[in-house]
C-alpha cells in the first residue's frame, strides 16, 4: 500500500499570512493527488485535484503544486474561514490511502 | 445542488451489524463512482471502499474486507453500506462520497453518519 506523510502535523499561523503544507507519497504516485479542508462536524471540501487542479468554486488564495513522490499545499494570504485540517489523498490505485492530516491553526 | 445524505448510524454492540444508507440528489448518481471514508474520534480519514459506475467489482480496505459491503441501487440513487462483526475500532463518522469526474478523488461528500461500537 502507498503511505502519505503529511508536515508539519501542526501549523501556527496569522491572518495574512503564506503557509505551505507538504505531502509525501511511499513511492510515485505522479499527479493523482487530491486535497481537502476539514472543519469540526462539517463535510470535508475538496480544494485540489491531480496535484494542482483548483475545484471549481475554490479561491484562488489555494494552490497545489508537485508530481511524483512529493506535493505540496499552499495558500496565499489566510483567511479567517481557512483555520482547519488539510488532508491530502493519492488515488493512484487502491488502497486509496489519506496523510495524517494537518491542522492549521491562528498563531 | 449536489447532496449526499447519510443514515442508519447509532449504538451497536461488538459483534452487530448496522446498514448504513446515503440518499444523494443534484448529479447523475449512475455516471459517478461512490465511496464510503470515515473518520474515528481524534483521528484522520480513512477511506473505507468504493463501488464504480456499474457497481461490479467493489474495493475495500483491509480493515474492513471480508466485513463490510458496498452496494449502489442506482433506481434509487442511493449507496448502502452493510457493516458486520463490527469491532470497537470501528467506531467513527463514516461519510458517503461521491467521486470525482476525472478519477479517484471525492468531489461531494455528507455530514457523515456516527456509529458507536460499544457494549
Known amino acids: 500500500d502507498i503511505q502519505m506523510t503529511q508536515s508539519p502535523s501542526t501549523l501556527s499561523a496569522s491572518v495574512g499570512d503564506r503557509v505551505t503544507i507538504t505531502c509525501r507519497a511511499s513511492q510515485s504516485i505522479n499527479s493523482w493527488l487530491a486535497w481537502y479542508q476539514h472543519k469540526p462536524g462539517k463535510a470535508p471540501k475538496l480544494l485540489i485535484y491531480?496535484?494542482?487542479t483548483l475545484e471549481s468554486g475554490v479561491p484562488s488564495t489555494f494552490s497545489g503544486a508537485g508530481s511524483g513522490t512529493e506535493f505540496t499545499l499552499t495558500i496565499s494570504g489566510l483567511q479567517p474561514d481557512d483555520f482547519a485540517t488539510y488532508y491530502c489523498?493519492?488515488?493512484?490505485?487502491?488502497?486509496?490511502?489519506f496523510g495524517q492530516g494537518t491542522k492549521l491553526e491562528i498563531k | 445542488e449536489v447532496q449526499v445524505l447519510e443514515s442508519g448510524g447509532g449504538l451497536v454492540q461488538p459483534g452487530g451489524s448496522l446498514r448504513l444508507s446515503c440518499a444523494s440528489s443534484?448529479?447523475?448518481?449512475?455516471?459517478?463512482?461512490m465511496s464510503w471514508v470515515r473518520q474515528a474520534p481524534g483521528k484522520g480519514l480513512e477511506w473505507v471502499s468504493t463501488v464504480p459506475v456499474s457497481g461490479g467489482v467493489t474495493y475495500y480496505a483491509d480493515s474492513v474486507k471480508g466485513r463490510f459491503t458496498i452496494s449502489r441501487d442506482n433506481s434509487k440513487n442511493t449507496l448502502y453500506l452493510q457493516i458486520n462483526s463490527l469491532r470497537a475500532e470501528d467506531t467513527a463518522v463514516y461519510y458517503c462520497a461521491k467521486g470525482g469526474p476525472w478519477g479517484g478523488y471525492f468531489d461531494s461528500w455528507g455530514q457523515g453518519t456516527l456509529v458507536t461500537v460499544s457494549s
Open positions: 491531480k496535484a494542482s
Open positions: 443534484g448529479f447523475t448518481f449512475t455516471t459517478s463512482a
Open positions: 489523498q493519492h488515488y493512484l490505485s487502491y488502497p486509496f490511502t
